[in-house]
């Protein structure tokens, strides 16, 4: 089911609680606190490295500014509505950066002589994280994200690690295929959730464990923010992660916070707008035939689309393809005009960049990621048509 095919918010269904809210509702007014006269439906951030702490520090829900602070609270309560509607087990812990959450997992909740499973094509600083485990003494076994390869290294292991989509090759695995699979042998199972965001694809709710993601990207989508979560139904890890943020110091800023939960409220329209967008570019690129390995999972043909249309409600703003070379692809992005030369994804202006530039990714010269925008969808499929005439000159 794609976004569009959701029904109006008319009628009725506005009169239920949170968790039977539509996304559109929910995004909105997620983490609020209640209504009071005179007060901002979203009160400013708190500034505070110390609180007013009378007697005993144990059950004080402020103490110390590395601990706790109200608009991390409210953000978090904000995003444990969108990743796990109407359950009230479910916990956020937001962290300075997406990478000081996906850190927070793997090295708090994995232990020496243990193995971790991780995607051999996923993000490429999980490379580097691969390192400092194994130096630690965990065992690491990796494979692709595309054909269930993840299922024949899980025995043994204690921890399963998907990203879907990948980035930036945009394979998709099956969720809760593989959590079954992980939990019959006694593993967790974590999710990069980070190009699908909770409104385009809830891991918690088809099996996994924990879900990660970067809110640097698509959740905040303005390219001001840097932050990461951590969502997950499991008390344990929800403590394990709160204190690894507190003993490393990966904490949010009061700022960014409040930033990124302003920003929730359009989540909804912008990740629709953003999808709708990514699909016309994609078909515009498929029909190009200077163009290779057109990847968006929402295009029919897609080698993910069977897989990503069963689990996911809305299909992402990433798309990938091949230019013929590494020339090529720069004549390409100098060219553009509505699109900028810049890394990073899910942003209201539409950015691209070729990948190779950075390392890491086993990606050919040529190979372009995209991050489509919110400008109109005609306006940007003939900036990239009349790049790519310009490029061929």
Not at 175 to 203: C, F, K, M, S, Y
């Amino acid at each position: 089911m794609t976004a569009s095919d959701d029904p109006p918010l008319t009628g009725p269904r506005l009169d239920h609680g949170p968790a039977n809210d539509a996304d559109g509702t929910r995004v909105v007014r997620a983490g609020l606190p209640a209504e009071e006269p005179y007060e901002p439906p979203l009160p400013g951030p708190v500034f505070a490295a110390h609180y007013h702490l009378p007697g005993e520090v144990e059950g004080a829900p402020y103490a110390y500014g590395r601990d706790a602070n109200p608009t991390w609270s409210r953000l978090e309560r904000a995003l444990a509505e969108l990743e796990a509607p109407g359950d009230p087990d479910a916990e956020v812990i937001a962290f300075s950066s997406g990478m000081g959450a996906i850190s927070a997992v793997l090295l708090s909740q994995v232990r020496p002589g243990q193995t971790v499973v991780l995607p051999s094509d996923g993000y490429n600083l999980l490379a580097a994280l691969r390192e400092r485990l194994e130096g630690f003494g965990v065992r690491v076994r990796t494979a692709p994200t595309s054909g269930g390869a993840q299922r024949a290294e899980l025995d043994g292991a204690s921890l399963l690690w998907l990203e879907t989509p990948s980035n930036p090759g945009l394979d998709v695995c099956d969720i809760r295929e593989l959590a079954d699979a992980a939990h019959e042998r006694g593993a967790l199972v974590a999710v990069d959730n980070t190009l699908a965001t909770p409104l385009g694809q809830r891991p918690l709710l088809l099996g996994a464990d924990i879900s990660v993601a970067s809110g640097t990207k698509a959740l905040t989508g303005h390219g001001d923010v840097l932050l990461g979560y951590v969502a997950t139904r499991n008390a344990q890890v929800a403590a394990a992660a709160r204190a690894w943020r507190k003993t490393v110091g990966a904490i949010p800023g009061p700022m960014e916070a409040w930033l990124a939960h302003r920003s929730l409220a359009t989540l909804d329209v912008r990740t629709q707008r953003q999808a709708g967008n990514a699909l016309a570019v994609a078909e515009a690129l498929a029909a190009r035939p200077e163009v290779r390995d057109v990847r968006h999972p929402g295009l029919p043909d897609d080698p993910a689309h069977p897989l990503a249309a069963r689990q996911m409600s809305r299909y992402g703003c990433v798309v990938s393809f091949t230019l013929p070379d590494q020339a090529y692809a720069n004549r390409f992005l100098a060219r553009l005009r509505l699109v900028s030369d810049a890394t990073s994804f899910g942003g209201v202006r539409s950015t691209a960049e070729r990948r190779g530039r950075w390392g890491g990714d086993a990606v050919p010269d040529g190979f372009v990621r995209m991050s489509v925008g919110v400008e109109d969808s005609a306006d940007l499929v003939t900036d990239i048509r009349r790049a790519l005439d310009e490029a061929a000159g």
